[in-house]
């Protein structure tokens, strides 16, 4: 059995500092995303819908610009390139990168914030298991605390959650420039234009389109419900009600669907989407295109290197 | 039951545009909704197609246009059955617009829901441009031709989904309840939109006022069946069958009301409305239910939704709020139940709502919401009427007595185990209204009431509301309700209160059709011209 280089002994207090920080950071994070939506005088009726994915489509920048299958292709494939980064260092990098992108493409602090708050409740489980769990191996550093000897925390457990955490976020990140800087319907015939099937293509679109609608028939019921006293507690006639709500908006839901494909088949719809739509690569395209992906495969190449080296 | 269709057809020598020979129709949960349909539409007719709700106008429609098959009995469009290539080649000349625009408008922006039909039909891009330009030209959105569906007021989605079928060039328009929820200025544009289409029109409606200026024959139908079919002038004129089949709109008219004799358009603002005065006290020696001074709400977008608005509203008081679509009523509304918080000064019951008493106001405040389905998720209408006093923990006998109580008050007796999806429109609303009321809220609001109800279900929710011996807030548009149920009348414009008068007054005021730029007469205009 391979013995690790080193062991380090903290007083037990900075565990408990660190858990209270990470169950603030996790409640801020599931308050400002599970909060009901805000009320906004552009959309009808008291609640306002989410924010629309492709919010930012109409300014200019670099991302508006560019071709959008060039645009797709070539921004999935530097995001395969990050997903497969194992040290933490260039991982960072790409967060830098991708924040650069962000800044470029003008998305909007707001958006982003609420994107990666979406994501930390998940993303933190990693920070708190893995250093517990990860085996400890030949040249690894454990943290111990005081009145916790059964609780080794191992470093290398942490920096691994690290990296994971940071590839999430980049990745997390590159998603503006790539969904907010082009109207959804354009992007998604980029998509169709790759190769992705219609139905899919087409699922795509009618989601985008419908969310708004249900989101908006939820707030409704919501509201119908709260006005009449229901509040959630953890008894059988919560999850009875909540079970009739989910119910009843399914039954919605489905109906919505007969009548909106009634709607598309009086409207000559045969299984596709028809459009005009043309696409033009110019030489700027492929430069940027390019430039994206020799990106990647650098960061892909020094990691590597970093790594086995 | 009278004799089906007991009055002269009309009789054409041109072939029928649409033939039905013993069309029946039967659901898969067993409900009959078309039996033994035998009719012609000819080229050029301009049909109402009236009715009570669920008496199955709406699955005709969609029959004429295929969308359902008949469980037996034919459907022929231009002498050919509706199947194979006639169903492309109907969908290509018949346009249909359902009820909710939402149905409508699928794709992501105006433009692209608009083009969506020309595309289809194989236009090239200049055409497809063309027509969309002229018709959102024709429906007054240009401005809006980027703007995703969601975005929209419902008028502006109402207007965009016509846009969308008037686009494909129908030589037929089939419209079921297209002024279904708008108010009365989206009415008037939305029927001088339709009188300027010369084509064959198929109109479903129970509103007889709206489709006397559209159409001059009248299909009337009843439990899945026609029950007549004649001008549109002989109906009208025929009291018995109106009020046979629940479309007798008399009670709207101020100027007469018994629809004993014949109306008179010039007469539509009501000389002594007969809105309802306090049975037991006068304004003056009642204590305020609810005082708002200074009151404001500002959107996060900081758009202001309502202005410094100052309102007492007595206990017992019947109070109506009108205004355009957007003018703040159903926030005002929201603000009241504590969905929503301003700034300002607001009493209830002479207690400032502080954040605690906000919590409690659903106990205090009844809502009726504008589409009963948002508020009705139980499945029997029993649980649904039990929810409101279960969530208040009262006693299992206080919860049966209110049950009764509130079923019997809203004539739902014997309805108990019913499920409410399968109630009509009418008998949802009564649900929702027994099932606010179970609460016994010193505070009744109620979101447009008579939106989508045929005029024998107003009836008798207006019956109903009069016997309701509590504080009423109406939001509605519909003046004739308001004449029969309000004492009071608001009018609020741009988030602020611009009239408060006694509606007797309000409904006298000869400046009232140029108010707030609301037609505000339209509901109460007589069909006799």
Same mark, same amino acid.
């Given at each position: 059995?391979?013995?690790?280089?080193?062991?380090?002994?903290?007083?037990?207090?900075?565990?408990?500092?660190?858990?209270?920080?990470?169950?603030?950071?996790?409640?801020?994070?599931?308050?400002?995303?599970?909060?009901?939506?805000?009320?906004?005088?552009?959309?009808?009726?008291?609640?306002?819908?989410?924010?629309?994915?492709?919010?930012?489509?109409?300014?200019?920048?670099?991302?508006?610009?560019?071709?959008?299958?060039?645009?797709?292709?070539?921004?999935?494939?530097?995001?395969?390139?990050?997903?497969?980064?194992?040290?933490?260092?260039?991982?960072?990098?790409?967060?830098?990168?991708?924040?650069?992108?962000?800044?470029?493409?003008?998305?909007?602090?707001?958006?982003?914030?609420?994107?990666?708050?979406?994501?930390?409740?998940?993303?933190?489980?990693?920070?708190?298991?893995?250093?517990?769990?990860?085996?400890?191996?030949?040249?690894?550093?454990?943290?111990?605390?005081?009145?916790?000897?059964?609780?080794?925390?191992?470093?290398?457990?942490?920096?691994?959650?690290?990296?994971?955490?940071?590839?999430?976020?980049?990745?997390?990140?590159?998603?503006?420039?790539?969904?907010?800087?082009?109207?959804?319907?354009?992007?998604?015939?980029?998509?169709?234009?790759?190769?992705?099937?219609?139905?899919?293509?087409?699922?795509?679109?009618?989601?985008?389109?419908?969310?708004?609608?249900?989101?908006?028939?939820?707030?409704?019921?919501?509201?119908?419900?709260?006005?009449?006293?229901?509040?959630?507690?953890?008894?059988?006639?919560?999850?009875?009600?909540?079970?009739?709500?989910?119910?009843?908006?399914?039954?919605?839901?489905?109906?919505?669907?007969?009548?909106?494909?009634?709607?598309?088949?009086?409207?000559?719809?045969?299984?596709?989407?028809?459009?005009?739509?043309?696409?033009?690569?110019?030489?700027?395209?492929?430069?940027?295109?390019?430039?994206?992906?020799?990106?990647?495969?650098?960061?892909?190449?020094?990691?590597?290197?970093?790594?086995?080296? | 039951?009278?004799?089906?269709?007991?009055?002269?057809?009309?009789?054409?020598?041109?072939?029928?545009?649409?033939?039905?020979?013993?069309?029946?129709?039967?659901?898969?949960?067993?409900?009959?909704?078309?039996?033994?349909?035998?009719?012609?539409?000819?080229?050029?007719?301009?049909?109402?197609?009236?009715?009570?709700?669920?008496?199955?106008?709406?699955?005709?429609?969609?029959?004429?246009?295929?969308?359902?098959?008949?469980?037996?009995?034919?459907?022929?469009?231009?002498?050919?059955?509706?199947?194979?290539?006639?169903?492309?080649?109907?969908?290509?000349?018949?346009?249909?617009?359902?009820?909710?625009?939402?149905?409508?408008?699928?794709?992501?922006?105006?433009?692209?829901?608009?083009?969506?039909?020309?595309?289809?039909?194989?236009?090239?891009?200049?055409?497809?441009?063309?027509?969309?330009?002229?018709?959102?030209?024709?429906?007054?959105?240009?401005?809006?031709?980027?703007?995703?569906?969601?975005?929209?007021?419902?008028?502006?989605?109402?207007?965009?989904?016509?846009?969308?079928?008037?686009?494909?060039?129908?030589?037929?328009?089939?419209?079921?309840?297209?002024?279904?929820?708008?108010?009365?200025?989206?009415?008037?544009?939305?029927?001088?939109?339709?009188?300027?289409?010369?084509?064959?029109?198929?109109?479903?409606?129970?509103?007889?006022?709206?489709?006397?200026?559209?159409?001059?024959?009248?299909?009337?139908?009843?439990?899945?069946?026609?029950?007549?079919?004649?001008?549109?002038?002989?109906?009208?004129?025929?009291?018995?069958?109106?009020?046979?089949?629940?479309?007798?709109?008399?009670?709207?008219?101020?100027?007469?009301?018994?629809?004993?004799?014949?109306?008179?358009?010039?007469?539509?603002?009501?000389?002594?409305?007969?809105?309802?005065?306090?049975?037991?006290?006068?304004?003056?020696? #009642?204590?305020? /239910?609810?005082?708002?001074?200074? @009151? $404001?709400?500002?959107? !996060?977008?900081?758009?202001?939704?309502?202005? %410094?608005?100052?309102?007492?509203?007595?206990?017992?008081?019947?109070?109506?709020?009108?205004?355009?679509?957007?003018?703040?009523?159903?926030?005002?509304?929201?603000?009241?139940?504590?969905?929503?918080?301003?700034?300002?000064?607001?009493?209830?019951?002479?207690?400032?709502?502080?954040?605690?008493?906000?919590?409690?106001?659903?106990?205090?405040?009844?809502?009726?919401?504008?589409?009963?389905?948002?508020?009705?998720?139980?499945?029997?209408?029993?649980?649904?009427?039990?929810?409101?006093?279960?969530?208040?923990?009262?006693?299992?006998?206080?919860?049966?007595?209110?049950?009764?109580?509130?079923?019997?008050?809203?004539?739902?007796?014997?309805?108990?185990?019913?499920?409410?999806?399968?109630?009509?429109?009418?008998? #949802?609303?009564? /649900?929702?209204?027994?099932?606010? @009321? $179970?609460?016994?809220? !010193?505070?009744?609001?109620?979101?447009?009431? %008579?939106?989508?109800?045929?005029?024998?279900?107003?009836?008798?929710?207006?019956?109903?509301?009069?016997?309701?011996?509590?504080?009423?807030?109406?939001?509605?548009?519909?003046?004739?309700?308001?004449?029969?149920?309000?004492?009071?009348?608001?009018?609020?414009?741009?988030?602020?209160?611009?009239?408060?008068?006694?509606?007797?007054?309000?409904?006298?005021?000869?400046?009232?059709?140029?108010?707030?730029?609301?037609?505000?007469?339209?509901?109460?205009?007589?069909?006799?011209?």
């Amino acid at each position: 059995m391979s013995l690790p280089a080193e062991t380090i002994t903290l007083p037990l207090s900075w565990l408990l500092l660190f858990f209270a920080l990470f169950a603030s950071l996790l409640a801020l994070a599931a308050r400002s995303f599970l909060s009901t939506p805000q009320p906004s005088a552009s959309t009808p009726g008291p609640y306002s819908g989410l924010a629309a994915l492709d919010h930012t489509a109409d300014t200019r920048s670099l991302f508006h610009t560019w071709d959008p299958r060039l645009k797709v292709l070539s921004l999935l494939l530097y995001c395969f390139f990050v997903v497969s980064l194992s040290s933490l260092l260039f991982a960072s990098a790409a967060v830098l990168i991708a924040l650069a992108a962000v800044i470029i493409a003008g998305i909007p602090a707001q958006a982003v914030l609420r994107r990666m708050t979406a994501m930390a409740g998940f993303l933190g489980m990693f920070l708190v298991v893995m250093p517990l769990t990860v085996p400890v191996q030949e040249g690894d550093t454990l943290i111990r605390f005081t009145h916790l000897p059964f609780f080794t925390f191992n470093v290398r457990g942490i920096l691994t959650a690290l990296a994971i955490i940071t590839k999430a976020a980049a990745i997390s990140l590159m998603m503006g420039p790539l969904v907010n800087t082009s109207p959804f319907p354009i992007t998604v015939r980029a998509l169709s234009s790759l190769g992705v099937s219609q139905k899919i293509c087409q699922m795509l679109l009618l989601t985008h389109r419908y969310i708004y609608v249900f989101q908006h028939e939820i707030n409704r019921m919501q509201t119908a419900m709260r006005a009449r006293g229901f509040m959630m507690r953890s008894n059988l006639s919560t999850i009875r009600t909540i079970g009739n709500f989910l119910g009843m908006l399914f039954v919605r839901s489905f109906e919505r669907t007969e009548r909106v494909y009634d709607a598309m088949l009086c409207r000559g719809f045969t299984g596709a989407f028809p459009s005009h739509e043309s696409f033009h690569a110019r030489g700027k395209d492929w430069i940027i295109s390019a430039s994206w992906i020799i990106l990647g495969a650098v960061l892909f190449i020094l990691d590597r290197y970093w790594y086995t080296g | 039951m009278h004799e089906l269709a007991g009055f002269t057809r009309h009789e054409q020598k041109a072939p029928p545009l649409f033939k039905t020979k013993a069309l029946s129709f039967q659901y898969p949960d067993g409900r009959q909704a078309l039996q033994g349909i035998d009719l012609a539409i000819y080229p050029g007719d301009r049909v109402a197609l009236a009715g009570v709700n669920g008496s199955g106008k709406s699955t005709l429609a969609k029959h004429l246009i295929g969308l359902l098959s008949p469980t037996s009995g034919d459907c022929f469009y231009k002498e050919r059955p509706l199947s194979g290539d006639t169903l492309t080649h109907v969908r290509r000349e018949v346009g249909i617009l359902f009820q909710d625009p939402d149905d409508h408008l699928f794709c992501n922006t105006i433009y692209d829901d608009i083009a969506f039909g020309p595309m289809n039909l194989g236009c090239g891009p200049k055409e497809v441009k063309r027509r969309v330009e002229k018709a959102l030209s024709d429906v007054d959105l240009e401005k809006l031709a980027y703007r995703q569906p969601h975005t929209l007021s419902l008028g502006q989605k109402k207007r965009a989904a016509f846009a969308a079928v008037i686009a494909m060039q129908p030589d037929v328009l089939i419209l079921d309840e297209p002024t279904a929820n708008l108010d009365p200025k989206q009415k008037v544009i939305f029927q001088k939109l339709l009188q300027r289409f010369s084509g064959t029109l198929i109109c479903i409606s129970h509103f007889l006022p709206f489709v006397h200026s559209l159409c001059k024959r009248a299909v009337v139908m009843a439990e899945g069946r026609i029950h007549h079919d004649f001008s549109l002038n002989e109906l009208i004129a025929h009291q018995e069958a109106l009020r046979e089949h629940g479309l007798d709109h008399t009670f709207r008219f101020n100027c007469c009301g018994s629809g004993d004799h014949h109306h008179h358009t010039d007469h539509s603002h009501p000389k002594s409305p007969r809105a309802p005065l306090n049975k037991k006290s006068t304004q003056h020696d #009642r204590a305020s /239910l609810i005082r708002m001074r200074n @009151y $404001s709400f500002e959107y !996060p977008d900081r758009s202001q939704a309502l202005h %410094t608005i100052d309102i007492t509203i007595h206990h017992g008081e019947s109070v109506a709020i009108v205004g355009e679509n957007g003018a703040g009523k159903t926030t005002l509304a929201s603000c009241l139940m504590g969905i929503l918080r301003g700034r300002g000064e607001y009493l209830f019951q002479g207690n400032p709502v502080s954040d605690s008493l906000r919590k409690r106001l659903w106990q205090h405040i009844g809502m009726v919401f504008q589409d009963s389905s948002d508020q009705i998720f139980c499945p029997s209408c029993e649980e649904e009427v039990r929810f409101g006093p279960e969530q208040m923990q009262l006693e299992k006998e206080e919860i049966k007595k209110r049950l009764e109580d509130s079923l019997r008050l809203t004539g739902l007796k014997g309805y108990e185990k019913r499920v409410p999806l399968h109630l009509s429109g009418g008998e #949802r609303k009564r /649900l929702a209204i027994a099932a606010a @009321y $179970s609460m016994l809220p !010193p505070l009744l609001i109620l979101d447009e009431p %008579t939106a989508n109800l045929d005029p024998e279900s107003e009836k008798l929710l207006i019956s109903i509301l009069n016997d309701l011996d509590i504080t009423k807030i109406v939001i509605s548009h519909d003046m004739s309700f308001i004449a029969h149920c309000c004492e009071r009348t608001l009018v609020m414009d741009q988030g602020r209160i611009v009239k408060d008068s006694k509606t007797a007054e309000f409904l006298g005021d000869n400046q009232l059709v140029s108010l707030n730029m609301l037609d505000y007469t339209y509901k109460n205009i007589c069909a006799h011209g």
